[in-house]
Each structure stands twice: as structure tokens, then as C-alpha cells.
């Protein structure tokens, strides 16, 4: 009798000790989330789609001030983004963009739990393989979708901390649309350069061409004010919706945002105004969908990692209505 | 004796004749040597596919004096490993380069579903389109995705500009 307790109690130990990240679906999800947003960490990544390459550096920090990260494309002219918290720069070629307001109140890590339960809901996740990346052990995970309404993904982890290593979306035949994958990392924070996370204010002085947009001050509003509905796919639901001002545009957006927890489609309504840039149609990169159409005296832009048929449904749904 | 060696071959030799003949040749060994020789220039004439000739005895007594050598078994040996692989890796390089022009060459399938769909849709990438990049960035600040793929997902909205 007591050797076999003491064997089951062995074998509980040993299975309970040799991976405790990769236990539970869920627990191991939340685990590569906190990775992303706690992990110090500084590298190179390739993202690829159709035949676009494109190498990048990225630099993230997570102190006592928040999360900060730089992002900086190697080929080419510049294109460089900076986060800090909630405030997104954004460099291309002289022109400085910065934007802010991320989803005020929703800020991570609270947005976590509902994300996570929306996330199960709407995809089949499942570990599947162990294999290297960027020279790290690193466990396969897909996220497979419950229809064809959104892509599959699959995550390469980091088998010790979860931190993203490796990314895939994939179609509804398997094939490969979009990949992001770090070819060199350094994984914590001992030797990252963190100049620039205060130095680059000034900076801005420099260039030649500053903007400043997001949503407008208490844009964050009630329910549904703007009296917009959209159908969209079972599983996907409103995180939020605001007024923004987009360049070039004399009336602000109306901006609905939908989640299904990995997957996200904004819709953005504007009244008509026949600029050079209100051409309707679809546009592509990789995941994601851009799909433009005239409704009435209304121009409606829906963006999401969705596929084409996705975009326009839900671009055809949209209505003003219950007001 | 030469000219009743070429007439026996040639059957222009009574059967007394060709008898004696053979007897002659069995009993002095120098002859022979002229028999096969005489058969020989028989058999280039007729242009017969394969010419008997004693190279072929001169070469493997040549051989034989030849000290023995086990290497050259072990080098053709090497050379067919050689072969497998390049082989293996000319097969591997095709496969590495079909792998390749399907993963990057291959458009993503937006332009099949446009055309079933006949809408007023170009094949544009966004990146060619500065005015989306407005839209990018606003729902980029706003999309679940970069939850779990941390900043990198920003590369998106800057990606080809």
C-alpha cells in the first residue's frame, strides 16, 4: 500500500514540477499576455506577408513608470513607432505623429480576464508542437476559430517566460498570410538601451511636420451615442466607441471598435466629403482587411485581421438606427 | 602454314587437309598465337559488336603485377555519398524554394474572393495608400491582438511606407 502512494505521489510530483506554465490552457494564455506587457526584452523580428519582407528592431521596458517599447524598421526610410503607456509616436520619414488616449479605464492588466473568457469562447486553443525559435525553446500554440468568419493563429512561445516568439495567421486553407517572427533576442533588461524613453521629446522640435490626433477629450461615451449598429460575427463585441479626428478630414470619425479577443474590427463613419483618399474598396496587408464603401452621405471604413468576406458583411450592416 | 590457317578458316580446306592442319597447330604451342590472330582480323572485318583480343589478357596481367590497392574502393565509395548528398540537397533546395514561392510568392486570397464578390475592389496593398495609415493606427491603439502579440503587431500600421 505505502509504495504506491508513494508513487502516485512521485509521478503527481514530477508532472506537476517538469511544466508547470504549460498545465492549463488558460493559465499559460494569461502567462504569454503578462510576458508581452512585463518582459524586458530587445531584438530583431522579421514580419512577412504576400511577398513583402521586412525587418525590424524592438526594444520593450516595463519599470516602474509602465511599459514602454520602440519599434524601428532596418530597411528603408524612417519608420520608427515609440509607446509609452498609453501615448504612441509615430515616425515616418520627417512627419511625427503621436497619438494617445488608448482605451482609457481599460488599461492592461484589467482588460485581461474578459479578454481571456472571450478569447475561449471564440477559438479552439490548443498546444500543439515544441520547437526552436530565435534560438529558444519555444511551445506551438493555435488558436483555431470556431468558423470561417476569422483566421486561425498560431503562437510560438517562450517555454520558460511565454513570451511571443513567433506568429502565423493562417487562412481558412492553411496557408500562411501574415508572419511575425524574431530571428535574434535578448530576453531581460540588463544591458537595453533606455535612452530613448525620455530623450525623444525633444526631439520633436526637429521635425518638420508634428500632428497630433486621437479621440477627442471625454470621447470615451455612453452605450451607443452615435446611434451606429453593425453586424458582426457571433463572438465579437463592442470594446469601444468614440469620436476621433482623422488628417485631412473637417468632421470627426465615429470609431466602433469589436473583439472576439484576438481578432478586432473597427468601423469608422465620416460624413462624405469627395477627397482624393474617399475611394471605396478593399485593400490588403497580409491580416489585414481595409474595406471602403459609400452608404448614403456617409463614407464607412471597417479595419480588421478578418478576412475580406468578414470586412464587407459587416461593412454592409452597418446602419444608424435606435435612436 | 599462314595461308592454310586463313584457307581453313575460310572452309577452303579439304576435310584431310583441315585435319592434318589442326593436328599440326594442337602439336607446336607458336601457333596458336597466329590462329587467334588470324581470327581476329576475321572478326574486325565482319565488324562483329565484340572483337576477342588478348588486350584484355595483357590488361589483367598488368593488373595482376599491380600492387594491391584497397583505397580506390573506399574513394568511389565516398564519391557516391558525394552524390547522395548533393542530391539530397538539390532535392532539399527545390523543396526549400517551392516552400518559399508558396509561402512568400503566394497572394494572399483577397483577390479570388473580390472577384467572386465583383465589388469596385483593387488588389492595392495598403501600403501604397498613405491615407489608410490614419485608420491602421487607430485601430491598431484599440486591437485585442496586440494584447497577446505585444508591440510587434504596431509594425503593421508603418509596415511598406
Avoid at chain 1, 159 to 180: A, F, M
Avoid at chain 1, 212 to 220: F, M, N
Wanted: proline share 5%; with cysteine.
Amino acid at each position: 500500500m505505502k509504495p504506491a502512494i508513494a508513487l502516485i505521489v512521485a509521478l503527481w510530483a514530477s508532472t506537476a514540477c517538469a511544466d508547470p506554465l504549460w498545465q492549463d490552457d488558460l493559465n499559460w494564455l494569461k502567462t504569454m499576455v503578462f510576458a508581452s506587457h512585463q518582459t524586458d526584452y530587445s531584438g530583431v523580428f522579421v514580419y512577412r506577408y504576400g511577398n513583402h519582407v521586412e525587418t525590424s528592431h524592438i526594444i520593450h521596458v516595463a519599470d516602474n513608470d509602465g511599459e514602454h517599447a520602440r519599434l524601428v524598421g532596418m530597411d528603408g526610410p524612417r519608420r520608427e513607432i515609440v509607446r509609452s503607456n498609453d501615448q504612441v509616436w509615430c515616425f515616418i520619414g520627417d512627419s511625427k505623429i503621436k497619438l494617445d488616449g488608448r482605451r482609457n479605464g481599460r488599461r492592461f492588466p484589467a482588460v485581461l480576464p474578459e479578454q481571456l473568457s472571450l478569447l475561449n469562447e471564440n477559438y479552439q486553443i490548443k498546444q500543439t508542437e515544441e520547437g526552436r525559435v530565435a534560438g529558444f525553446h519555444a511551445h506551438a500554440v493555435v488558436f483555431k476559430p470556431k468558423d470561417a468568419l476569422r483566421y486561425a493563429h498560431r503562437m510560438w512561445a517562450h517555454s520558460d517566460s511565454g513570451l511571443l516568439l513567433k506568429s502565423e495567421v493562417l487562412d481558412e486553407r492553411d496557408r500562411v498570410i501574415e508572419q511575425n517572427s524574431f530571428i535574434q533576442l535578448t530576453i531581460g533588461g540588463n544591458n537595453i538601451d533606455r535612452s530613448w524613453i525620455k530623450a525623444d521629446k525633444p526631439e520633436a522640435a526637429k521635425l518638420s511636420h508634428t500632428e497630433h490626433r486621437g479621440p477627442e477629450h471625454h470621447a470615451e461615451l455612453p452605450a451607443n451615442p452615435s446611434g451606429w449598429l453593425a453586424d458582426v460575427p457571433s463572438g465579437f463585441r463592442k470594446v469601444a466607441e468614440m469620436r476621433r479626428s482623422l488628417r485631412d478630414k473637417k468632421e470627426p470619425a465615429t470609431h466602433l471598435v469589436f473583439s472576439d479577443g484576438l481578432a478586432s474590427i473597427s468601423i469608422f463613419v465620416e460624413a462624405l466629403e469627395g477627397g482624393q483618399d474617399d475611394r471605396p474598396g478593399l485593400t490588403s496587408q497580409g491580416a489585414i482587411q481595409v474595406y471602403r464603401k459609400v452608404s448614403g452621405d456617409y463614407m464607412l471604413t471597417v479595419v480588421g485581421e478578418v478576412p475580406p468576406r468578414t470586412a464587407m458583411q459587416v461593412a454592409d450592416s452597418v446602419r444608424l438606427g435606435g435612436r | 602454314m599462314k595461308q592454310q590457317i586463313s584457307a581453313l578458316m575460310d572452309g577452303e580446306l579439304y576435310d584431310d587437309e583441315a585435319e592434318a592442319l589442326l593436328d599440326k597447330l594442337k602439336r607446336s604451342p607458336g601457333t596458336d598465337g597466329e590462329w587467334r590472330t588470324y581470327h581476329l582480323i576475321g572478326d574486325v572485318l565482319r565488324q562483329p559488336d565484340h572483337t576477342y583480343s588478348s588486350i584484355g589478357t595483357a590488361m589483367r596481367e598488368r593488373l595482376q603485377a599491380e600492387p594491391t590497392v584497397l583505397a580506390p574502393g573506399r574513394l568511389a565509395a565516398r564519391n557516391t555519398r558525394w552524390f547522395a548528398l548533393s542530391a539530397a540537397a538539390s532535392v532539399m533546395a527545390l523543396a526549400l524554394v517551392a516552400w518559399m514561392s508558396l509561402q512568400v510568392g503566394q497572394e494572399p486570397p483577397t483577390q479570388m474572393v473580390m472577384h467572386q464578390q465583383s465589388v469596385a475592389a483593387r488588389p492595392a496593398s495598403l501600403s501604397s495608400n498613405r491615407g489608410m495609415s490614419d485608420y491602421l493606427m487607430a485601430h491598431q491603439e484599440f486591437s485585442s491582438g496586440a494584447d497577446v502579440q505585444g508591440t510587434a503587431s504596431y509594425i503593421r500600421t508603418v509596415a511598406g511606407q
